[in-house]
């Protein structure tokens, strides 16, 4: 696919991995859709402008049907159409299963998996008229292996990939393609948390002994939106964690 000129929307984009998506995204000649819940600093905007494109803010939150539907029409009235969809909203809310509450659980599954669901079936309806459209899932390899303390962002990063699967079959047959990214450790608000005893373990368990960067993640992005023969795969960016 020749990027530009497409239309991608970003949800989970104000900073951190999905702006640097959707700064990847513009220097390709992408027109972008940028969404948070509640703001996008301007400067994000200007950043993103700067690089040729056309931009739009679409606030909402994902895990809100009402929400989601709102979006879909406001990203429809300012492009008329979009062509690439990354699902990148996501949160964590860490604690032993064992003193897990159901809210702590059905929170973290509400966002991640449900809103990547909603976003995904809304936008799906228009791709399948324009036979034509590619979405893009955010993973993790705690989907993968699981982690300690995270049963409930595991679940629903698991949930993402046999989503982006079954989305995928569906939709090869309107040309429609569905990938997941699955990152591994990467340096964010999320990780800046993490002491430096916790980091120093966590390299020893990464064969390249690093920290990946949102850049890395936002070059897959940019690769998979362009090969056509790639669906239903979920790329480990990891430096070797999964290995």
Not at 139 to 160: C, D, E, T
Not at 164 to 178: F, H, P, Q
Not at 218 to 229: G, I, R, S, V, W
Request: proline share 2%; with cysteine.
């Amino acid at each position: 696919m020749d990027l530009k000129e497409k239309v991608v929307f970003i949800s989970g984009s104000s900073r951190g991995i999905g702006k640097a998506i959707a700064c990847a995204f513009a220097q390709a000649g992408c027109h972008v859709i940028l969404n948070a819940r509640k703001a996008v600093d301007p400067e994000v905007v200007e950043q993103i402008e700067a690089y040729g494109g056309k931009v739009a803010v679409v606030l909402g939150d994902v895990s809100q049907a009402q929400d989601v539907q709102r979006m879909v029409k406001e990203a429809l009235v300012a492009f008329g159409k979009v062509d690439i969809l990354v699902n990148n909203a996501g949160i964590t809310n860490d604690k032993l299963a064992i003193g897990m509450k159901p809210d702590d659980f059905t929170k973290v599954i509400d966002v991640n998996l449900t809103g990547t669901f909603m976003l995904s079936q809304a936008f799906l309806k228009k791709m399948y008229k324009q036979k034509a459209g590619v979405i893009i899932n955010m993973a993790s390899v705690i989907g993968l292996h699981g982690n300690v303390g995270q049963a409930n962002y595991a679940a629903s990063k698991a949930g993402v990939i046999g989503l982006t699967k079954s989305i995928a079959k569906e939709g090869a047959l309107r040309n429609i393609r569905v990938n997941a990214i699955a990152p591994g450790m990467i340096a964010s608000d999320m990780t800046a948390v993490l002491s430096d005893k916790v980091k120093a373990n966590i390299m020893q368990e990464i064969p390249l002994h690093r920290f990946g960067n949102a850049q890395e993640i936002a070059q897959t992005a940019l690769f998979l939106a362009a090969n056509d023969y790639i669906t239903g795969q979920v790329i480990t960016v990891d430096g070797g964690m999964t290995i």
